[in-house]
RNA sequence: GGAGGGAUGACAGAGCGGACGAAUGUACUGGUCUUGAAAACCAGCGUGGUGAAAGCCACCGAGGGUUCGAAUCCCUCUCCCUCCGCCA
């Protein structure tokens, strides 16, 4: 959430920030204009609210001295009043309610670092990394057996049936089987391992209040995009991030706590809505997919180096993969609406020879813990302080299965898994049928 | 699902219709004393809104209501505890 100080003391500049992603000038007009009717309608109502509380005072004085003429007519005056202020409250409560639904609908401030642009066409792309960059090799090239897509193989080896996931839960939910399923556990277990030792392991509900939902954002501008399960008024989580930005809501944290670090696998739901038809092959943009996320609170010095360290998790992870993967510097216009500034992940897959995103990682600074409350008391004393939020996904799974299982295609068929998977998988090698 | 008990400041805990934003204790901060520390004593010690400021307003789990006036009474909800039922 942006906060409203600013934008009511130099809507200008809020404005001219906002418009490098797009937001029109006039959102934050109204805005400013909706601030100054609410805080009007706010002091009439706090004015008569204050003679209602002093009338009620010489009310009890004047009992207690046995006035009860005086009394019955302060009474009567308090209570003309006390109407009045009614009506000035309900007046100051749908004012207040507009300006905060307005809001909580503004987008972040993108960071000054962030690239100009309003298209995924101006991501910046930073690095690129292949197995044995280091030693001087070339960009890969794939072989014949590695440009066979995973839906493919994965259904040659067994490995994934799309086909009956469909049947359980429509089109676009995933059903991994044997090995395949396996590796899916393998990956999980690997990535919490290594990030437990300075990310506490969480395991979150999946399901979360509106509430929730709304403190990182996801809501209310996205309800679309989310499964919501009417009848308990709950929401499946698209991303362990929403669990874990509330883990401290509403509390005051101590400087000395942070940062805050936490890791957690779940799965994750998104519905899709605006995507349908496209890129729906295979695992390529399913309704359900299992993802390690890695989160923390820190405060505004410690973002930059809290930021850097899930990108660099996140990339070593994918080196010791060995799958081959791009860094884009996200836009003002491609960027979430929560983030300041975003990393994304981009591995490519022979097989279907795409680059799927498999994490992105970001920096709030301090929007969501704006709409979370979750604030620390700097050491130093002084004022309470917004925390700041960073995150990303080390990694999201079902995209990085695709890319293991088409780049570890052999010749004859059967796939070679990263060692390090070794510990987990039993096999590295899942053999050809 | 049923019956009962509870939710008050960082923590513990009083208050149960009239000056209560809230006693008291602990913790914490500053000071006095001390060579230093402890102890003792003194003082301070929630958050937010609004306002140039004085101030005013809100917040005692959440939301509604009664009343001139609500932490206190009523209703609904959430969470915690105890018992019963059901259950992986």
């Not at 809501?219 to 989310?226: G, N, R, W």
């Not at 390529?284 to 989160?295: A, G, I, M, N, P």
């Not at 820190?298 to 973002?303: E, I, M, N």
């Not at 960027?335 to 990682?361: H, I, K, M, N």
Request: aromatic letters at 6%; a negative charge; glycine letters at 8%.
């Amino acid at each position: 959430m942006i906060d409203l100080h600013l934008i009511r003391s130099d809507p200008s500049a809020v404005a001219a920030a906002l418009a490098r992603r797009g937001v029109e000038a006039k959102e934050i007009e109204d805005i400013a204009d909706l601030d100054v009717v609410h805080r009007g309608l706010l002091q009439r109502q706090e004015s008569l609210r204050a003679e209602v509380k002093s009338l009620s005072k010489d009310v009890g004085a004047a009992k207690k001295s046995g006035d009860e003429a005086k009394a019955t007519a302060l009474m009567e005056r308090s209570r003309l009043i006390g109407d009045e202020e009614r009506e000035a409250a309900h007046e100051a409560d749908a004012a207040g309610e507009a300006l905060h639904g307005a809001l909580l609908l503004l987008p972040n401030f993108p960071s000054e670092e962030t690239p100009e642009g309003l298209s995924d066409a101006n991501n910046i792309e930073i690095s690129r990394w292949w197995p044995g960059k280091e030693d001087g090799e070339a960009e890969p090239t794939y072989s014949e057996s590695q440009r066979v897509p995973h839906w493919d193989v994965g259904e040659e080896l067994g490995l994934l049936d799309m086909e009956r996931g469909a049947r359980l839960a429509g089109s676009m939910f995933p059903l991994y089987r044997g090995k395949g399923a396996r590796l899916l556990r393998a990956l999980g277990a690997y990535a919490l391992n290594a990030h437990s030792d300075s990310y506490e392991e969480i395991r979150p509900p999946s399901l979360v209040l509106t509430e929730t939902l709304t403190s990182t954002g996801h809501l209310p501008k996205f309800s679309e995009e989310a499964y919501h399960l009417e009848r308990d008024d709950l929401w499946a989580i698209p991303t362990a991030e929403v669990p874990l930005t509330s883990m401290h809501r509403g509390e005051i944290l101590e400087e000395a706590s942070l940062p805050i670090r936490f890791t957690a696998q779940t799965a994750c739901f998104r519905r899709e809505a605006g995507a349908a038809g496209r890129d729906t092959r295979g695992l390529l943009r399913v309704h359900e997919f299992d993802k390690v996320e890695l989160f923390a609170y820190v405060t505004p010095d410690q973002a930059h180096e809290a930021h850097r360290d899930i990108l660099e998790r996140a990339e070593s992870m994918l080196r010791d993969f060995g799958l081959h993967y791009r860094v884009l510097d996200l836009c003002c216009g491609d960027l979430g609406g929560s983030a300041a500034r975003t990393f994304d992940l981009e591995v490519y897959a022979p097989g279907c020879d795409q680059w799927l995103e498999v994490s992105s990682v970001s920096w709030f600074a301090d929007y969501q813990a704006r709409r979370a409350n979750v604030r620390f008391r700097p050491q130093e004393g002084g004022s309470l302080e917004f925390v700041h939020t960073v995150n990303g996904s080390a990694l999201a799974w079902a995209r990085i299965w695709a890319a293991l299982i088409e780049t570890g295609r052999q010749s004859d068929g059967s796939i070679e898994l990263p060692e390090v998977l070794g510990p987990f998988m039993g096999s590295t090698t899942i053999p050809a049928r």
